[in-house]
T-cell receptor
Framework: AQSVTQLGSHVSVSEGALVLLRCNYS??????LFWYVQYPNQGLQLLLK??????LVKGINGFEAEFKKSETSFHLTKPSAHMSDAAEYFC???????????FGTGTRLQVFP | NAGVTQTPKFRVLKTGQSMTLLCAQD?????MYWYRQDPGMGLRLIHY???????AKGEVPDGYNVSRLKKQNFLLGLESAAPSQTSVYFC?????????????FGPGTRLTVT
């Protein structure tokens, strides 16, 4: 069965520091991959998606992620954290030729001044 | 466009009571989904629908029923609520034919069962 693993349920960074949120997937066929963000008391919003085009994907709010097939990873990065980036981030995989998403358990990002 | 809306936003039920959560979308999307979100468990798929009049079970369907009588609405029912169903429920929709499976989420319904 397909699955997604997010390493670290909580990540804390200082404002201006690099943000790195880790996501690994298990799939025999490269799937579609997504990162979603959830701000407090809100629904999920798409940050970026990988759909077998460019391996480096740029999203909103300065985030980007790189698909690495050899490592089965899709880590999310941002060069410089902002206070407004504090939220919960979910990695998700859509297995090939399905109509469902499988979510990771989420990583809560805290940004300190 | 209002996007995806959910009614109600909050609800408290006693064990054994029933209720229906409404999800509505005005984007003419074919696919709709119901998830529950619990701390440390991410989002888990309850039921989904790939078109009007169709429904299918997801990962955690027990204790829930759904109906998709109109394309724009997807109802989630709890026939006899249990404390284990205390959760935040999210609805999502996807346009047919994009091949991208990007899901558009509603704001959520926070349900407490006492």
């Amino acid at each position: 069965a397909q699955s997604v693993t997010q390493l670290g349920s909580h990540v804390s960074v200082s404002e201006g520091a690099l943000v790195l949120l880790r996501c690994n997937y298990s799939s025999s066929v490269p799937p579609y991959l997504f990162w979603y963000v959830q701000y407090p008391n809100q629904g999920l919003q798409l940050l970026l998606k990988y759909t077998s085009a460019a391996t480096l994907v740029k999203g909103i709010n300065g985030f980007e992620a790189e698909f690495k097939k050899s490592e089965t990873s899709f880590h999310l990065t941002k060069p410089s954290a902002h206070m407004s980036d504090a939220a919960e981030y979910f990695c998700a995989v859509s297995p090939y030729n399905t109509d469902k998403l499988i979510f990771g358990t989420g990583t809560r990002l805290q940004v300190f001044p | 466009n209002a996007g995806v809306t959910q009614t109600p936003k909050f609800r408290v039920l006693k064990t054994g009571q029933s209720m229906t959560l409404l999800c509505a979308q005005d984007m003419n999307h074919e696919y709709m989904y119901w998830y529950r979100q619990d701390p440390g468990m991410g989002l888990r798929l309850i039921h989904y629908s790939v078109g009007e009049g169709t429904t299918a079970k997801g990962e955690v369907p027990d204790g829930y029923n759904v109906s998709r009588l109109k394309k724009q609405n997807f109802l989630l029912g709890l026939e006899s609520a249990a404390p284990s169903q205390t959760s935040v429920y999210f609805c999502a929709s996807v346009p047919y034919g994009t091949g991208l499976y990007e899901q558009y989420f509603g704001p959520g319904t926070r349900l407490t069962v006492t």
